[in-house]
């Protein structure tokens, strides 16, 4: 059995998602297995390293599947890049260890997320951002961000359909930078609930227009209640930017 690692980047503004869901194949992870599947002749399921929302977009995405045909990495990444939609791209292609599991040996996962704040639309970025029209108040939002950094429970900061039992989380770091009209907030992690980040940018947005405090972050935190939180940052804006397979150095 050979076990194929793949590096993948996607623009998943049409898509419901990373994860296949049922019959649906409009997933990135259903048009991928649709294409190594005719690749193979076989019955492939691949496994992503993380489930990305609708609409979210990753610069790195990283899925394994493992097959009986004996196929080299440049026929592989040619075949796939040649059958898949534009709007999905296969970097790279590596024969791993049988035993390379993509999700299971995640080790940690950064997440970027870009507002456009400016009164007026970024007609090239509108798909690919979220336009706050307010000034956002910097100082503010990184005092905020201090917050949740570390372990901590993150029930209030998950989605109400979760599924996940275990709520404790780590986040190492949580930067936030401005450039030319941009506020971009750049969270690294050993992982995620779903719809996490987007609910952290949206009490960061909340703290950024005055509507919360900086300090009112832990409180929700402690609370474990999702309607704490405030609103949710769209999905446009989110990039899943990088995942480690290697221990995180301290």
């Known amino acids: 059995m050979n076990n194929y690692k793949l590096t993948i980047q996607y623009d998943g503004g049409r898509y ?29 399921e691949i496994i992503g390293s993380s489930r990305t929302d609708a609409g979210v977009h990753a610069l790195m995405q990283v899925a394994n599947f493992r097959t009986n045909q004996e196929l080299s990495e440049a026929r592989v990444m040619s075949f796939l890049n040649h059958y898949l939609p534009p709007d999905i791209s296969i970097t790279r292609v ?95 992690g050993n992982g995620f609930l779903y719809n996490m980040v987007r609910k952290m940018v949206g009490t960061l947005i909340a703290v950024g227009l005055g509507e919360k405090s900086a300090d009112d972050v832990p409180a929700i935190i402690l609370s474990k209640e999702r309607l704490q939180t405030g609103g949710m940052a769209e999905a446009e804006g989110l990039y899943l930017e990088e995942i480690s397979f290697e221990p995180r150095g301290e």
């Open 94 to 188: 590596e024969i791993v260890d049988e035993r390379f599991h993509a999700r299971f040996q995640a080790t940690d996962k950064t997440y970027l997320y870009k507002i456009w704040n400016r009164e007026y639309s970024h007609p090239f970025m509108r798909k690919y951002s979220m336009h706050v029209v307010k000034p956002l108040d910097i100082h503010r939002m990184r005092q905020a961000a201090a917050h949740f950094i570390g372990e901590h429970d993150f029930t209030a900061y998950a989605n109400a359909k979760s599924k996940k039992k275990d709520s404790v989380r780590t986040i190492y770091t949580l930067d936030i930078q401005e450039k030319d009209g941009f506020i971009e907030f750049r969270v690294q």
């Open 16 to 44: 419901k998602g990373w994860q296949r869901l049922g019959d649906s194949d409009n997933t990135v992870q259903g048009k991928i297995e649709k294409a190594v599947s005719v690749l193979t002749g076989e019955e492939i």
